[in-house]
């Protein structure tokens, strides 16, 4: 016996087809996430259409208006007509989808950005007699008309998301808003320097940039875009393999930031936040900097358009490689050249941010000695400025610095050099070196630590890393877990050359160490060890961070702070700093000198 349906029960629901509007209206959600997005496309059509002139103006954050203006080669009545339909396009000519050579490819963004805004299109081609103009109204299209137009297109979106309203919701504020439409429009003039850009904007600032032409093209762009100290701070990039080139520039070390939104990577021109080229360039920089900051760096990435997929995204954001690994070594080795051959050099981030202390402090103690005369009849008195408050740069207590270091005249060879010629060694860490047109401040820990780990990563590739037996074996008691981890790392652990043998429950027994280390604390060596492997104790973790195990170890033969060097000493310190590669920053991604330029100086005591 069957069971009836209750009466009640609602009809099944029949399959039918949505309307062409709403349509247009979701594949708006996947391609016009934002204002941002509307102005992506519309500045790519731009460039599609060989445009060497684009000005972008914005109100209200893209909400009230986008327009969009260029010098392209236009389009004639017939094209303006079909390109306002979904998935008519210009760009595939043959409709080859593996070999797309342009920044557009899905003929979505005018029909989606016209379902859900007022868009106007003006054009005009080179040949045309006059332009013609279209109106889109919320998926409501009208008929071309003509206009007087220049040669070129002008593209008008006014309320944008009126029509559905509830995407408006999930819209951030105005500075984040403007802010990503203003990254959207700096992303693409990185990539062609070429052309001349200008956005005008109610929020997210106003900019223009001028059209580079030459070989330097780029990297006057990028001084423009990501500003000068960029520009002085960066290595140039160049590699080749299999049919894949890169190029482009890639911050220093010291030259970081908290956060990866200084990172532009680009493949065949096109802008991209990839997972692969993000994780490849993290891997080049992880032997320089700390966890928690990143490199800064311009990359372009360009193959035949049938190695990559540039049609995995709606929004065209990612891509997909045919041989991944083929392009994360390119990067990753790349990367990790073009910094290791820039040796010692630093950002002059330091040297600057150095000058603006000295310079507040000069300021406050110009400050204090009018004060002072008017209220104590002169008597001298300096506060604030130095790196701690209240520091008596000139009083009369005992001098922290050796001066007599090296007291006779530097030779031309060392002051000639890149780091110049030590002169005196302050509080026992910082060495002060003197260079034909200004000084150098050395951290001496600092330095020393990267020096000890270039060496050991260069035994390890070579013979292994020599190592020297104990006199009396040392037994080190840590706790429990600490012990299990460093027990479970011995075989590692013996090809950094600490050799250990379990010594009971959380007792570990030190046979062998590097013979770097010296007479180096055995006990503070495995316990960094052990909280080193702590940060992270899934499988296979030791193998991921052998690099920063050996830079642990490295830090406990560094020369430490408070140890006297003589002139010979320092000296040696700054030529092993000079040919060693990586040796501006320390392990932890610190700058191991600063250098203030002699002009800068005088500059502050009013000479120039």
């Not at 956060?259 to 490849?280: E, I, T, Y």
């Not at 009369?396 to 060392?414: G, L, Q, S």
Request: glycine letters at 8%; a neutral charge.
């Amino acid at each position: 016996m069957s069971l009836a349906a209750p009466l009640d029960s609602p009809p099944a629901p029949r399959v039918r087809r949505l309307d062409p509007v709403l349509v247009d209206r979701i594949a708006a959600g996947e391609v016009v996430e934002r204002p941002a997005s509307a102005v992506k496309e519309l500045v790519e059509n731009a460039l599609d259409a060989g445009a060497s002139r684009i000005e972008i103006v914005i109100e209200a954050v893209g909400r009230r208006l986008i327009r969009v203006s260029d010098d392209g080669h236009g389009m004639d009545a017939d094209d303006l007509a079909l390109a306002v339909d979904r998935h008519a396009t210009s760009k595939l000519p043959d409709g080859d989808l593996s070999a797309i050579a342009t920044l557009g490819f899905r003929g979505e963004a005018l029909p989606s950005i016209g379902s859900v805004a007022e868009l106007l299109i003006e054009t005009r081609g080179g040949d045309a007699p006059h332009g013609a103009r279209i109106a889109v109204s919320f998926g409501e299209k009208s008929a071309v008309g003509p206009c007087a137009r220049n040669k070129g297109t002008r593209v008008e979106v006014r309320d944008l998301f009126a029509s559905v309203p509830a995407r408006l919701k999930f819209l951030k504020g105005e500075r984040a808003e403007g802010q990503a439409v203003a990254d959207v429009v700096k992303r693409l003039a990185i990539a062609h320097p070429n052309v001349r850009f200008s956005l005008a904007s109610d929020h997210g600032g106003r900019f223009e940039y001028a059209a580079m032409h030459g070989a330097d093209a780029l990297t006057r762009r990028l001084a423009d875009v990501l500003g000068r100290e960029f520009a002085e701070d960066c290595v140039a990039i160049d590699a080749t393999r299999e049919g894949f080139a890169l190029s482009g520039h890639a911050g220093l070390p010291t030259f970081n930031r908290a956060n990866a939104l200084m990172q532009f990577m680009f493949v065949n021109g096109r802008p991209v936040r990839d997972k692969l080229l993000a994780g490849s360039v993290r891997a080049a920089y992880l032997d320089f900097l700390p966890g928690d900051r990143h490199g800064v760096v311009a990359l372009f990435v360009a193959c035949p358009p049938r190695e990559v997929d540039v049609n995995v995204h709606p929004a065209k954001a990612e891509v997909r490689f045919r041989d991944p690994g083929l392009v994360r070594g390119l990067v990753i080795g790349a990367l990790k050249e073009a910094l290791a051959n820039a040796r010692h050099r630093a950002s002059t981030t330091g040297g600057r941010g150095a000058l603006h202390i000295l310079s507040r402090g000069t300021q406050q103690q110009n400050w204090d000695w009018r004060h002072s005369a008017a209220t104590t009849h002169g008597e001298r008195t300096f506060s604030g400025g130095f790196a701690e408050p209240d520091q008596r740069v000139f009083g009369i207590d005992a001098p922290a610095a050796d001066a007599r270091a090296n007291a006779a005249p530097p030779a031309a060879e060392t002051i000639d050099a890149p780091l110049g010629a030590a002169r005196a060694q302050l509080h026992e860490n910082y060495i002060v070196a003197q260079t034909r047109d200004g000084i150098v401040l050395v951290d001496q820990h600092a330095a020393h630590e990267r020096l000890v780990y270039e060496q050991l990563k260069r035994q390890r590739q070579t013979n292994g890393i020599a190592r020297q037996p104990l006199l009396v074996p040392a037994v080190v008691e840590l706790e429990a877990g600490d012990g299990a981890r460093i027990m479970a790392a011995a075989a590692e652990l013996a090809e950094l050359g600490l050799i250990i043998e379990s010594f009971g429950p959380g007792a570990v027994l030190v046979r062998e160490m590097p013979a770097l280390l010296g007479n180096a604390d055995a006990r503070r060596l495995l316990q960094d060890i052990a909280d080193r492997l702590a940060e992270d104790d899934t499988a296979g973790a030791l193998e991921r961070s052998l690099d920063k195990v050996l830079a642990t170890v490295a830090c406990h033969n560094s020369v430490r702070a408070g140890r006297r060097l003589n002139a010979e000493e320092m000296n040696a310190l700054l030529r092993e700093m000079e040919a060693t590669p990586g040796s501006g920053q320390c392990n932890h991604g610190r700058p191991t000198y600063i250098e203030l330029k002699l002009a800068d100086i005088e500059r502050l005591f009013k000479r120039r």
